[in-house]
């Protein structure tokens, strides 16, 4: 007698709590891009700040991205993951609400827009964190991967078309009055999430060997001393955070720069984004199959020597034809990161044992984000002293050596991902051959750079 065929998972498409998840964050996602476009050409034009009040935006925005990141990989793994993300998207669609009422009241200062930079970041911590563990508590196990791969989907979709069309709101009805719709999206986002139906059980709580619950601050050190004494973990987190270091000092002044000095209108800069966009989803479709053809380590490798440098081609652009440089930069940029980004991801699942999967991607996330608001503060303290020009070839000359960690590490060896680890196999002194993910998270903004 044989054994009944395996019944294969049901589709996504007719699973109503995973279409809610996704919906949400795919109505989301072309919401953000309106704030991403606005809330810096609000500072660069309507306010006129100074290039230093314009990079320490950026930095503000990224602050709590090093205060929060590592206590709330302890505190998404202790309580629901639901609730957070509810609260996540009300809390940043009251805070983006605040700027056209008081634009409206002639009360907008860029002291507002530090304020609101901040409270958003600290609620897209907790969300981020959230959100990456609430996926596999909604659907099946063997439907994670096709879920992900939904969710990226509409994430390449919003960097491909919103910047585009945020371009063209923006340009009808102004920066300050285009973030109503992006605050609206959080709303319906969070309306979205607050419809599934599915139970989310408590989280177990850890207790050591006495049965009591372990202090945030030891769990916490376990993350960094399991990231710091890993081999791989700790290269890609090098080379990653100095990627992200440098490109911030360009991102920091990169919209002042196009405004003032070459002249772009928002609809010119929503271009550019969209047309450059189209090489992360370039990136983000061949990522696997250039690993299995070429190896993953040397992927990684080739990868992060092909996003370094693609800030030069805005250095060098001539202003006749700024705009192709400009689109060219964004498609190199995304490609190489994509492609990194994308086999980082599966490398550090591979060899992270499941207990400490929340707490690596919060440490990940601090050490590789860190860098974000110091490469902001960096570029805007730079764009005032020396020039907004120079600052961007000092970027893009920084962003030309950060593949250098990866390239002499262990991490160029591999061929292949490895089996996972199993709980019981892994200890706090694991140093196995690994590769870990980058960040993205501020290219990507996943996790490198």
């Known amino acids: 007698m044989t054994n009944a065929p395996a019944e294969p998972p049901r589709s996504l498409f007719r699973h109503p709590d995973f279409v809610k998840l996704w919906t949400a964050e795919t109505i989301s996602q072309f919401g953000t891009q309106v704030t991403l ?20 935006l950026g930095t503000i925005e990224f602050l709590p991205f090093i205060l929060l990141s590592l ?24 805070s983006l609400a605040s700027i056209p009422i008081a634009f409206a009241f002639d009360a907008l200062t860029i002291w507002q827009l530090y304020v609101v930079g901040f409270i958003n970041g600290c609620a897209t911590v907790f969300f981020d964190v959230a959100y990456q563990s609430y996926l596999p508590a909604l659907v099946e196990r063997n439907q994670i991967v096709d879920g992900n791969s939904k969710l990226q989907t509409s994430q390449s979709a919003a960097q491909i078309t919103g910047p585009g069309i945020a371009g063209v709101i923006i340009g009808t009805v102004t920066a300050p009055f285009a973030i109503v ?17 599915r139970n989310e059980p408590a989280p177990e709580p850890t207790v050591d060997e006495a049965g009591n619950r372990p202090s945030m601050r030891t769990e916490i050190a376990e993350g960094l001393r399991y990231v710091g004494g890993h081999p791989f973990l700790r290269s890609i987190a090098a080379t990653t955070a100095s990627s992200n270091l440098f490109s911030n000092v360009v991102y920091a002044i990169l919209i002042l720069y196009l405004v003032r000095q070459l002249e772009f209108s928002p609809e010119q800069i929503g271009l550019a984004f969209s047309l450059g966009s189209i090489g992360f989803l370039l990136g983000a479709l061949t990522a696997n199959r250039i690993a299995k053809r070429v190896g993953v380590g040397p992927t990684i490798v080739a990868s992060s020597f092909a996003f370094g440098p693609s800030a030069l081609l805005v250095a060098i652009a001539p202003s006749d034809l ?41 440490t990940m996330r601090f050490i590789v984000w860190g860098t974000i608001p110091i490469g902001a503060t960096l570029g805007g303290f730079l764009g005032g002293i020396i020039g907004l020009h120079e600052t961007i070839w000092v970027g893009a000359i920084g962003g030309l050596f950060v593949f250098l960690p990866v390239l002499f590490s262990p991490v160029r060896g591999i061929r292949e991902m490895p089996a996972p680890i199993e709980d019981s196999a892994a200890t706090e002194d694991d140093v196995m051959p690994v590769g870990q993910q980058p960040r993205a998270e501020s290219i990507e903004p996943d996790d490198a750079a």
Do not use: H, K
């Open 181 to 197: 719709l992006d605050s609206i999206s959080f709303i319906v986002s969070a309306l979205f999430m607050f419809a599934i139906r």
């Open 322 to 362: 700024a705009l192709p440089f400009v689109i060219a930069s964004v498609f190199f940029g995304g490609l190489g990161g994509a492609i990194y980004n994308i086999n980082q991801v599966s490398l550090r699942q591979a060899i992270t044992p499941d207990r400490m999967q929340g707490r690596m991607n919060a």
């Open 37 to 56: 476009l606005a809330l810096p050409i609000i500072a660069a034009s309507t306010l006129n700040v100074t290039p230093f009040e314009f990079g320490l």
């Open 71 to 94: 206590p709330a990989g302890v505190w998404v793994d202790r309580l629901r993951r639901r609730p957070i993300l509810i609260a996540g998207d009300l809390v940043r669609a009251a």
